[in-house]
């Protein structure tokens, strides 16, 4: 019963979330660029995304001639799902917490991984040169970046013996991961930013150079659905980042959920700073970095993790 | 670089593939169409094709008489349009022999080098947007905007100025003009701080542009480029220089250039001539003669037969305006060479093994502009 309330509330604030998120973008971007961001809707323009959002649901749903339909017409659907189930395990505080899960990382890197075959199903199924393109370079992305994204939350789990993210937020009562294993935290930071195709590591929808990429084709709430699922995946990211490395609800004076979110939405700051002032970096640099740099470095971490704590 | 197999046509729609980039695509700016044929993401060809944007200038110019042609040289580079007004006007003054009062040609140099500026601008920061970096271009955008102000108050028009006329210029300037343009080189001489720290000192910057799309000096003479294009390539030439017109010999001013001939070079070689432009104003106001600024010339000119060659900077290269008078108020012919064709065709041979994300920069380097090339 718990857990069916604990969905309905998913339900609720999931969209409502990345509203507020995709209006914090637009307002971080406007004042990093010298400007105020949308202004027009309601004070400060904070009722934009409410009403950009009623537009694309009164947009028609163009599906081209020569898409594969089927496809096509389920690609949105099927990205939207593993970025709800995703919250199911994250304990926002030691009470507000969905379903602990025995092996709750695990979830959320398993369905996050559909993501990446619906984005190959959009890319496809469009029929379109930009969107292939872009489909292509992001499985190729993710399965690069998942690699040392698994290698670095593995140096946790060494430290912590467990896959529950309850266990895990209270085993940094009094130290936070991120000073156990910084360098575990900054690979997982910079592979989560790759995973959820954030700049500077956005070349799955490289405007400048693929219009869109795979969303290309889409129009209206497919479209909003594909937007809606990736601010979320940026919130999940940011989520976990803030259970494996921040101490989770740890924190004075507030409630744990305050400083939960806190935490999280400070680094989705974060990844929002970083992509109005870098540019996006190229496909082999991409690959160089992650299977030249990221991986190898974090494979010395965990061997140096697990000799400190298990042989020592 | 990447070794790629040549291909010959037979095998397209089978290894490789075409791409259409443009004519609508978000970073060819303007109506600019490539046809790439890719390989994976490695580029086999490109082959602009080009009149996405042909308005027939030349041929209207066949049909009106000299003053009615003035407003047409600033449409065909909508960025620099004070330059290419300010060539037109020193074309048909050479062709009939009118001298221009001194602070006439001040003028024109002030406003030629703010509108210079102002392209760089576009050219510097559309670069750094086609790599991805889209704050610096509203960095660049806030900037630009203060040039727009300052020539809006004495043009009247924010982009397609029509301010030189036969003999000088349409009206003096003004004391706010001269004011604010103190304080704009004041205020731009503090941002390049800025610029240096957004964009130069970028380390993915730098990743992404350096070694990008080399223009050897050879090539670069072989397809004819000019502008902060072949000065990125260790050329150093600049019309402004090299056969001097207007009042530019009076000025002191470095021509920046660059060896490595790639992205970055090129970019380089903007930004350092944006300095330069500065300098060029800054010396130009201190030395402002007093006087007319326009001398007594007919209501419609009329040139006598024959015909004349006039070259000039713009803001993309070397600009080539070639009247052929038949001694009536009508041209007979007006052919202008523009920098962004023979600049555009260079891509044919450097783009080949560099990847797609490669092109875009390339082109963004190389900064040209549609209805320049289509006339």
């Given at each position: 019963m718990a857990g069916l309330v604990g969905l309905l509330i998913l339900a609720a604030i999931v969209p409502l979330n990345v509203a507020f998120l995709v209006l914090v973008e637009r307002k971080v971007a406007g004042h990093i660029q010298l400007r105020p961001g949308p202004?027009?809707?309601g004070p400060h323009g904070i009722l934009q995304t409410l009403i950009d959002a009623v537009k694309l649901l009164g947009k028609e749903m163009v599906t081209p001639q020569s898409t594969d339909k089927l496809l096509f017409f389920l690609a949105p659907i099927i990205i939207v799902v593993p970025a709800f189930v995703g919250f199911v395990p994250i304990p926002f505080s030691p009470m507000m917490q969905i379903r602990e899960v025995n092996v709750g990382i695990l979830l959320i890197f398993a369905f996050s991984s559909i993501s990446v075959i619906s984005i190959l199903m959009a890319g496809w199924a469009s029929n379109n040169k930009y969107s292939l393109i872009g489909a292509i370079r992001s499985v190729a992305q993710n399965v690069a970046y998942e690699i040392p994204l698994l290698l670095a939350t593995m140096s946790v789990i060494i430290m912590t013996n467990t896959f529950k993210m309850g266990e895990i937020v209270q085993a940094?009562?009094?130290?936070?991961?991120i000073f156990y294993q910084p360098i575990a935290a900054i690979i997982f930071f910079i592979a989560t930013t790759a995973e959820t195709n954030r700049?500077?590591?956005?070349?799955?929808?490289?405007e400048s150079e693929l219009v869109s990429g795979f969303h290309t084709e889409y129009t209206g709430m497919r479209f909003s659905l594909f937007f809606l699922a990736e601010y979320t995946n940026m919130v999940i990211a940011a989520a976990m980042f803030t259970v494996l490395f921040l101490g989770g609800w740890h924190g004075p004076v507030f409630p744990g959920m305050i400083w939960f979110l806190i935490k999280t939405y400070f680094l989705i700051f974060v990844v929002m700073w970083a992509r109005w002032t870098y540019p996006r970096i190229r496909f082999d640099q991409l690959m160089n970095f992650a299977w030249k740099v990221l991986i190898p470095i974090a494979l010395v971490n965990l061997l140096i993790t697990a000799i400190v704590l298990k042989v020592i | 670089m990447l070794n790629v197999r040549t291909i010959d046509d037979a095998t397209v729609g089978q290894r490789v593939y075409q791409l259409n980039?443009?004519?609508?695509?978000?970073?060819?700016?303007?109506?600019m169409h490539l046809l790439v044929t890719l390989d994976g993401e490695v580029v086999v060809k490109v082959e602009p094709v080009i009149g996405y944007s042909h308005r027939g200038h030349e041929k209207m110019a066949e049909n009106r008489i000299y003053e009615q042609f003035l407003p047409n040289p600033a449409r065909m580079d909508y960025l620099s349009g004070m330059i290419f007004n300010h060539g037109y006007c020193m074309a048909v003054e050479k062709l009939c022999g009118i001298e221009v009062p001194r602070r006439a040609e001040y003028i024109r140099v002030i406003t030629s080098e703010l509108n210079r500026i102002s392209s760089h601008f576009i050219g510097a920061m559309d670069f750094a947007m086609g790599l991805g970096a889209i704050t610096p271009f509203l960095y660049g955008w806030d900037d630009r905007e203060h040039i727009l102000d300052l020539l809006e108050g004495i043009t009247g028009s924010r982009l397609t100025y029509s301010y030189g006329r036969f003999g000088g210029v349409r009206n003096d300037i003004t004391k706010e003009f001269y004011d604010g343009t103190r304080r704009f080189i004041d205020r731009l001489r503090g941002r390049f701080w800025d610029y240096e720290n957004l964009i130069n000192q970028n380390i993915i910057f730098i990743k992404r542009s350096k070694g990008v799309g080399v223009i050897t000096k050879e090539v670069a003479l072989e397809y004819g480029v000019t502008g902060p294009t072949l000065r990125g390539s260790g050329v150093s030439y600049d019309v402004r220089k090299q056969?001097?017109?207007?009042?530019?010999?009076?000025f002191t001013f470095a021509i920046p250039t660059r060896e490595e001939g790639d992205c970055l070079a090129r970019y380089q070689v903007r930004m350092a001539e944006m300095e330069q432009s500065l300098n060029i104003i800054e010396q130009a106001l201190d030395h402002l003669p007093p006087g007319p600024v326009r001398a007594k010339v007919p209501r419609f000119v009329t040139p006598p037969e024959g015909d004349c060659y006039c070259a000039f900077e713009s803001a993309r290269g070397a600009v080539g305006f070639y009247i052929v008078s038949?001694?009536?108020?009508?041209?007979?012919r007006i052919k202008v060479r523009a920098p962004s064709f023979s600049n555009l065709f260079v891509l044919t041979e450097i783009c080949p093994g560099h990847f797609l994300a490669d092109v875009i920069a390339i082109f963004g380097s190389i900064d040209v502009t549609v209805p320049e090339i289509d006339r």
């Open positions: 202004m027009e809707v940094q009562s009094p130290v936070w991961f700049a500077p590591f956005d070349l799955v929808e490289a | 980039l443009g004519p609508q695509h978000p970073s060819t700016h303007g109506v056969e001097p017109y207007s009042a530019y010999p009076e038949d001694g009536s108020r009508v041209p007979y």
